[in-house]
Every structure is written in structure tokens, then in C-alpha cells.
């Protein structure tokens, strides 16, 4: 945040929310909390998911040069395991927006569902392409968890982690029955459970 604005009244501001990771076998599930600068629009704001990836880096810069504020969270593979991937999602998303250095009047979140926080929450069903704020939180997860899965594939290289991002593909299935789950795996998924149960892992 850029120390010499001239803030608006925080109560009137908003910070879009949104979540990245929820599928994958493996890693963190990662959140981010946005509030745009209005002064300063960000031109090619989208659902994340809608954008390439040379389009998300360049916006990820852009949204934390120019937001007001924002924080990117996660919750790790160990509470997702603990808590199930909804509460950890909505815990994840509490840590976003309580970690904003500006608290602002609303958050607004991608979904359903809002997360346990003082801030007043709305859930916008498919908001990451309704809300420019939440898209903006979109890139800054997406774009997060998929580095730190890039990071994981230069650990495990066996694992194809880079390509499918830890979701349950063919090739992903394949290398768990091949070389075994790593520790990042969450063992409370499916296909991860089952290797558990079949190896007494």
C-alpha cells in the first residue's frame, strides 16, 4: 500500500475474496483479500480461471502495485486433512481479510458461503466474474498456488506437479500408485485415502 494516499472512508470499502486450490490432491488451499484502488483501475480483471497464464502474472504485479491493500492466505494441507476443505477454505479466507492492513466495510466473496469474521460478508455465487474485486483475488490465489506447486514439481519431478497442479488426472493417479504420496498429499481425499488404506500407510 502506497503510504502517501489519501484513503476514502474505509466503512465504504470493499474486499473482493476468493479461494484457489480446493481440488487438488496436495498442497494448500490459498485465498487472497483484494480492495481496489478506484483511482487507479486495473484493466483485464477476470475469474482467474478465464485468463492465461502470461495474462495472471502480469495482472498479479499490477493488483499488488496498485490495490489499496491486499493479503494472500492459505491453510495447509495438515488442516485441510483436520478440518475438511470447506472450514479450512473458510479459515484460510478469515486469515485474507482479517490480514488486510486496511479493514474494510465489506468483503465480498467468490461462492456460497462466507467465512466466521467481524467484517460484514456477502457471498456472490460466480462473483470472480461479476466483481472486479474478487477477480483480482482470484489471480492473486491462483497465481500463488500455482507457484508453490511449481515449487513442489522441482522437489518431486516424478510427479508431473507443475502440468496438473495437483488435481486428481490420469497422470497424477498414476504417479501415486507409482511412487507413493508425498507428504503434502491430503490424506483425507479420496483417491489419497485409499493408497492409505491399501498400503497401511
Known sequence: M?????????????????????????????????????????????DSKKLSEKKRELLFAQIQQHALAWCIAEATHEEIDQFNILQATMLAMKRAIEGLVIT?????????????????????????????????????????????????DRQYPQYGLAKHKGYPTKAHLEAIALHGILPEHRKSYGPVKKYCEATSF
Open 104 to 152: 474494510p466495510g465489506t468483503a465480498l466473496i467468490d461462492g456460497n458461503r462466507c467465512p466466521d469474521t467481524d467484517i460484514a460478508c456477502r457471498a456472490i455465487v460466480g462473483g470472480d466474474g461479476l466483481e472486479q474485486s474478487i477477480g483480482a483475488a482470484s489471480i492473486l490465489a491462483k497465481v500463488t498456488r500455482d507457484r508453490q506447486l511449481q515449487e513442489l
Open 2 to 46: 502506497n503510504p502517501n494516499l489519501i484513503l476514502p472512508d474505509a466503512s465504504l470499502l470493499v474486499a473482493g475474496v476468493d479461494e484457489a486450490g480446493r481440488g487438488p490432491l496436495i498442497g494448500s488451499v490459498v485465498t487472497a483479500a483484494v480492495i481496489l484502488n478506484p483511482d487507479q483501475p486495473i484493466a483485464g480483471l477476470n
